[in-house]
C-alpha cells in the first residue's frame, strides 16, 4: 500500500509548543504558527505518497516529528539527507565499475562516491541519466535551499509551509520517486556495443541518434568517455574506431565544454606520464582534425616528426614508392591550424626538398600532398621557401647543380599564390618566375 495516513496532532502540539515557549520566556512566533503547521501536516501525506515504502526510512520519520513542532528548517534537512542517500544507492545500483569506466576516472569506489559534494552527486547523476534536466534543476534549487534554510547551517531566513511543501515534493518526485527518464543513453548497453564489434551503418546511426536526442550533460560525459575507450591500450582497434566513428559525427558541432574536456583528459594523461594513452590521445585529435587544440610545443613535435619520417624515407633508394603516406601525414598534420613558428622552417625545408626531388626526379604518387602543403603556406613559409637557394641545405645544392631540380623549383614557386608573397622576397619570386 503506498497511502499515508497521518495521525491527528495540531491539538496536541498547540499547547505543548505554547508552554515550551512561554517557559524559555521567547515569542511563540519563533517557530512556525499552528495555522502553518496544519497546512504543512495536511498536505504532507499527498506528496509522501509519491515515495516507496520501502524508502521510507527513520529519516522521513524525524522529518514528520519535525513538521509537527514547527521547525520546518529541520524538516528539509532530513528529507534532503535521505534524498542523498538514495541518489548515492541509485549510483550504486548503476554500478560503480561502469562510473569508473564511463568517467574516465583510475578509481571510483564506495570511498570516492561518499566523498562527493551534493552538488557533484547531483551532476553525476544528471550525466548517467539518474535523474531527468528538470529533477536536476529542481533537486539543485533544493540543494541551496537546503544549504541556506535548513538547520544544517545558520540561516539566511524561514521557510513557510508552502516553500516546504514545495521541497518535499521535489525530493519525493526527483530523488525518492521512481520516476524514469523518458530520454537518454543507456550508458552500459553503449560501452558494450562499443566494445562488441565493428558498427554497421545502421548501428553507428542508431547510436549517434541516441547521442543527439539526449542532453548535453549526458553527451559531455559520453564523449569522454569514447575518448578514453580510444586511448585506452587494452580497447581492441574495433572498439578504436568505434570510438572515433561516433564522435567523428559530432565534430562540427562540439561544445566549447566538450573541447576543453577533450584537452583536459590529453593533458591529464601527459601529467602522469602516461605515455601510451598520450600518444593515443594526439592521433585522437589528429583523426578528427582538432589538433589546433593542443598546445604550440606538441604540435610542433608532431609535425617535426612527421617531417623527420618523411625526409629519412625520402632520402632512402626506394623513395619513389615509400613517400606518399609519410607525405599524406605531413600535409594531415600541416592542415590543422597554423604552423608553430619553430616549426616553420623543417616543415618548409622537408617538403620543398621532396617536391623538388633529386637527379632522377619525384615521387608522383606523393607530388600531389606537396603540391596541397605548398599553396596552402603562409607569407612567413613563403618567404622561408624563397631563401633556400640561398642557403647551405641539400635542396638548394640540388637546384644550384641540377637543371632538373632547377626546373622543379620553378614549378614549385609557380604553386604560390601571388598574393602571399611578402615584399621582402618579391623580388627573388619574380626572378623564379622568368
Not at 138 to 156: E, K
Not at 182 to 196: Q, R, W, Y
Request: overall charge negative; some cysteine.
Amino acid at each position: 500500500m503506498n497511502n499515508v495516513n497521518l495521525p491527528a496532532i495540531i491539538g496536541n502540539t498547540t499547547l505543548a509548543l505554547q508552554a515550551l515557549t512561554d517557559a524559555l520566556g521567547v515569542p511563540r512566533n519563533i517557530i512556525a504558527s499552528d495555522d502553518e503547521i496544519a497546512a504543512a501536516w495536511a498536505n504532507l501525506p499527498r506528496v509522501m505518497r509519491r515515495i516507496p515504502p520501502e524508502l521510507r526510512s527513520a529519516g522521513l520519520v524525524r522529518m514528520c516529528v519535525a513538521v509537527s513542532s514547527g521547525l520546518f528548517d529541520s524538516a528539509i534537512n532530513y528529507i534532503w539527507n535521505a534524498s542523498i542517500v538514495e541518489l548515492r544507492d541509485k549510483i550504486r545500483r548503476f554500478g560503480l565499475n561502469v562510473v569508473e569506466q564511463v568517467t574516465g576516472k583510475s578509481s571510483f569506489d564506495e570511498t570516492t562516491l561518499i566523498d562527493l559534494k551534493d552538488s557533484e552527486l547531483l551532476e553525476l547523476c544528471l550525466k548517467l541519466n539518474l535523474v531527468t534536466e528538470d529533477g536536476f534543476f529542481f533537486l539543485d534549487q533544493c540543494r541551496d535551499i537546503r544549504n541556506n534554510f535548513s538547520a544544517a547551517h545558520p540561516t539566511m531566513g524561514d521557510i513557510d509551509d508552502h516553500e516546504f511543501i514545495s521541497f518535499v515534493n521535489r525530493c519525493s518526485k526527483y530523488a525518492l520517486g521512481n520516476e524514469q527518464n523518458p530520454i537518454g543513453v543507456d550508458i552500459s548497453a553503449f560501452v558494450t556495443a562499443l566494445k562488441s564489434g565493428h558498427f554497421s551503418e545502421v548501428q553507428l546511426n542508431e547510436w549517434v541518434q541516441r547521442l543527439r536526442n539526449t542532453h548535453e550533460a549526458q553527451r559531455e560525459l559520453l564523449f569522454g568517455t569514447l575518448q578514453g575507450m580510444f586511448c585506452d591500450p587494452s580497447s581492441s582497434e574495433e572498439t578504436r574506431i568505434n570510438s572515433l566513428s561516433v564522435i567523428h559525427s559530432f565534430v562540427s558541432v562540439l561544445s566549447p565544454r566538450i573541447r576543453s574536456d577533450f584537452i583536459d583528459r590529453h593533458q591529464e594523461y601527459l601529467a602522469k606520464g602516461d605515455q601510451e594513452r598520450h600518444v593515443a590521445s594526439q592521433q585522437f585529435f589528429e583523426k578528427l582534425h582538432l589538433l589546433e587544440l593542443l598546445g604550440e610545443s606538441e604540435r610542433h613535435s608532431l609535425i617535426s616528426n612527421a617531417c623527420k619520417k618523411l625526409y629519412s624515407v625520402h632520402q632512402a633508394f626506394d623513395n619513389f614508392y615509400n613517400e606518399p603516406p609519410f607525405a599524406e601525414r605531413v600535409l594531415q598534420l600541416s592542415s590543422q591550424g597554423a604552423i608553430p613558428n619553430t616549426a616553420k622552417d623543417e616543415l618548409v625545408s622537408t617538403v620543398v626538398t621532396c617536391a623538388v626531388g633529386n637527379p632522377y626526379g619525384i615521387s608522383n604518387a606523393a607530388y600531389p600532398y606537396y603540391q596541397k602543403i605548398i599553396q596552402n603556406f603562409s607569407p612567413a613559409e613563403v618567404a622561408i621557401m624563397l631563401k633556400l637557394p640561398a642557403t647551405n641545405t641539400i635542396v638548394a645544392q640540388r637546384i644550384k647543380f641540377y637543371p632538373k631540380c632547377k626546373e622543379s623549383f620553378k614549378k614549385v614557386v609557380r604553386l604560390l599564390n601571388p598574393a602571399s608573397v611578402p615584399t621582402i622576397t618579391r623580388a627573388a619570386y619574380d626572378y623564379w618566375l622568368k
